[in-house]
Antibody
Framework: QVQLQESGPGLVKPSETLSLTCTVS????????WNWIRQTPGKGLDWIGY???????RYNPSFKSRVTISVDTSTKQFSLELQSVTAADTAVYYC????????????WGQGTLLTVSS | EIVLTQSPGTLSLSPGERATLSCRTS???????LAWYQQKPGQAPRLLLF???NRPTGIPDRFSGSGSETDFILTISSLEPEDVGMYYC??????????FGQGTKLEIK
């Protein structure tokens, strides 16, 4: 059974860079798209971007200037960096695997709450 | 950008009743590009249907989906108490590649 687990600091100061990591277990990291999605009470679910196992990326234009997603296949981890965070970036961040046709998300991590506050 | 509008905002029904949830897209999409998720309180979303009507392994057959072009429906044929939660539709498109509806809250009386 594929499992994903997010890890990160929980609290970030405004203007700093948010860094989160997702560890994949129980399955291969190859041949799938690996996504970051966040959920806020006000805006609901927002797709941030994905990385393919070969390092190719695609981002939501809403985040594109601030976001970097990378993958390390040797450790079966992928990571999210979001620069210049503000209070509006306070959210639950999920990592998720793209389904076989990459049109949906078939496995999700439990989510990690990230708060932006001084 | 394709906008997904879900209705109703909240649905309150009794166990055994039939639930009908709607997702309308601002542009026509292929039914292959529409998915539904269930999110129980305190949990991550779970894929319920992909390709508008296909259930992943382990999803009960009381969940079904239909629709085409701009109008899609999620039906729960006979509600169970554990079906309480939020339900989201999601589309696969061009930019952004993926987007979600705002959700329907399902309450069980």
């Amino acid at each position: 059974q594929v499992q994903l687990q997010e890890s990160g600091p929980g609290l970030v100061k405004p203007s700093e860079t948010l860094s989160l990591t997702c560890t994949v277990s129980g399955g291969s990291i190859s041949a799938y798209y690996w996504n970051w999605i966040r959920q806020t009470p006000g805006k609901g679910l927002d797709w941030i971007g994905y990385v393919y196992h070969n390092g190719d990326t695609r981002y939501n234009p809403s985040f594109k200037s601030r976001v970097t997603i990378s993958v390390d296949t040797s450790t079966k981890q992928f990571s999210l960096e979001l620069q210049s965070v503000t209070a509006a970036d306070t959210a639950v961040y999920y990592c998720a695997r793209g389904g076989p046709a990459a049109r949906d998300f078939d496995y999700w991590g439990q989510g990690t709450l990230l708060t932006v506050s001084s | 950008e394709i906008v997904l509008t879900q209705s109703p905002g909240t649905l309150s029904l009794s166990p055994g009743e039939r639930a009908t949830l709607s997702c309308r897209t601002s542009q026509s999409i292929s039914s292959s590009y529409l998915a539904w998720y269930q999110q129980k309180p305190g949990q991550a979303p779970r894929l319920l249907l992909f390709g508008a009507s296909n259930r992943p392994t382990g999803i009960p057959d009381r969940f079904s989906g239909s629709g085409s072009e701009t109008d899609f429906i999620l039906t729960i044929s006979s509600l169970e108490p554990e079906d309480v939660g939020m339900y989201y539709c999601q589309q696969y498109g061009s930019s952004p590649r993926y987007s979600f509806g705002q959700g329907t809250k399902l309450e069980i009386k």
